[in-house]
């Protein structure tokens, strides 16, 4: 399996204000989106992936996050087997950008 590329909270929001070319997608559930999101993400959660996944555009950079890292990483990989070349996970998940970048977010 290929190694999953990671950015960190930090990165991330470097890459948010520059308004780099990518789409963030939180793989949380519903209920987790309800209590915090990063603008500009989209909800898609890890559990209906088989719903999406096919959806994904192969040569369009994707940045997954979760609330610590675990689902996003498997996100990525299979983004990864389904033919995505430009994957990365956010270090931390959402837990990390609420500490690193958003403190006023409320954290679960």
Known sequence: MAEIRTITPAQLKELLENGK????????????????????????????????????????????????GGRSRQACAMAIAHGVRNVISLEGGIDSWCTAVEPAMKRY
């Open 21 to 68: 070319d990518f789409v963030l997608v939180d793989v949380r559930e519903q209920n987790e989106w309800d209590i915090c999101h990063i603008e500009g993400a989209l909800l898609r959660p890890l559990s209906q992936i088989s719903g999406w996944i096919d959806a994904l555009e192969p040569d369009k950079e994707y940045v997954f996050h979760c609330h610590h």
